[in-house]
C-alpha cells in the first residue's frame, strides 16, 4: 500500500515490546505493553488496543536545501537488522508556537536550537522518520509523532540526543512529551 | 463549534449559487449548482451532493513575521454583508514542489513570484481563508482549498490577483486547478 498514513497501536499486542514509557510532559498515555506500527490507517489485527495515534509523513517544513542534502547524504534506512531498539515520541507544541510566523519558527529550531545540526551528529546511527498530527483533522492528542530505530549499543547516545533537543529553546514551545522505548523479541 | 476543519459541498442545495465552474489544470469536477461551507466535517444537510473538499486552516508556512504583521493590518474578516461574490479555489501541487527544501519553496514563493506582495496589493477588498488538505491522511484530491469573499464592484479586481498569481513560477508546480465562482442569492 502506498501511502503517507501510518498509525501507531499500544495495547497487548504487536511487533514491539514496551520496555519503557515516560511522561516527560502534559498527561501521560496509557499503559501498554506492546506496540505494533502499521502503515495505512486500517487497523485489523490489534487486540485490546490502550490507544492509537496516527500521522502522516509530509514536507520538510524547515530544512534548507544545504541541510536536505547532508540529511539524505548520512540518513540511514528504517528496518536495519541491528537496529532493534527503537523510540516512539510524541509531543504537542502550544499555541503560541503555531502562531508565530515562519522566520520566527526556523529561527528558534536551528539557529537557536540547533534542531537539524543536532540530528546529524547522530548519523548514521540512529534512523528516524517524523509524522504530522496537527492537520489530520480534528482533536488529535499530538502534532508530531516521531520513530526513531537504533542498535542496543547507541541506546546511550539517543539519549544524548533527546537531552540535547530537550534543553533547547523549541522544547520552551512543547507542552505535552512522552518518550517510548521499545525493543525487538529478544533484544 | 470550534473546529479548523471545513467542508466545501457541490451539489444542488447550499447557501452559494455557483455561478461559474472552470478548470484550469488537470481533471475537471462534477457540476454542481449549489455550494454550502460547513465548519466541522459533519455534513447533515446536504442532499444529492456532486462532491464535498476537505481543508483545515493551519499554522502560516512561508509569511514572515514583517509580512504576517502587514497582513493582519490590512485583512478584512470573512462574513462583510456587502461581500456577496465568492471564490473557492481548490488546487493541487506536483511532487517536485514538494520534495523541494524549505528555504526552495519560500524563494518560489515570494521572492520569485511575490504571492504574499500579490496579495497585499488586493486588500482590504478581498478576505480570504487558506485551507491544507494534504496532510489530512490518505488520497486527497487537492493540497489547498482557498476561499475568498469580495464585493461585486470588486470581481474584476479579483480577476487580476488570480491571473498575476497563475503568470508566477509558482504556478509551474500547479497540476491541478478549479476556479469556482459563487454569489449570494439575488447578488
Known amino acids: ?23 516527560i510532559m502534559g498527561e501521560p498515555l496509557a499503559h501498554a505493553a506492546r506496540l505494533e506500527v502499521v502503515n495505512g490507517s486500517f487497523v485489523p489485527e490489534i487486540k485490546s488496543a490502550s490507544w492509537l495515534l496516527r500521522g502522516v509523513t509530509s514536507n520538510e517544513r524547515y530544512v534548507t536545501h544545504e541541510e536536505q542534502q547532508l540529511l ?61 498530527c496537527r492537520d489530520l483533522g480534528e482533536n488529535e492528542p499530538f502534532d508530531f509523532l516521531t520513530w526513531f530505530e537504533y542498535a542496543p549499543a547507541d541506546s546511550s547516545a539517543f539519549d544524548e540526543l533527546v537531552a540535547e533537543l530537550r534543553a533547547s529553546e523549541e522544547w520552551k514551545y512543547v507542552d505535552r512529551e512522552i518518550d517510548i522505548r521499545v525493543a525487538r523479541d529478544g533484544a
Open 1 to 23: 500500500m502506498d501511502t503517507r498514513l501510518f498509525t501507531f497501536v499500544g495495547g497487548e499486542t504487536g511487533s514491539w515490546r514496551i520496555a519503557s514509557m515516560r511522561t
Open 72 to 132: 539524505m547524504a548520512k540518513q540511514p534506512r528504517l528496518g536495519r537488522p541491528e537496529a532493534t531498539c527503537a523510540a516512539l515520541i510524541p509531543i504537542r507544541k502550544t499555541a503560541s508556537w503555531w502562531s508565530l510566523a515562519q522566520d520566527e519558527r526556523r529561527r528558534i529550531f536551528e539557529e537557536s536550537s540547533s534542531h537539524v545540526t543536532t540530528g546529524i551528529k547522530y548519523l548514521p546511527a540512529v534512523a528516524r522518520r517524523l509524522h504530522h
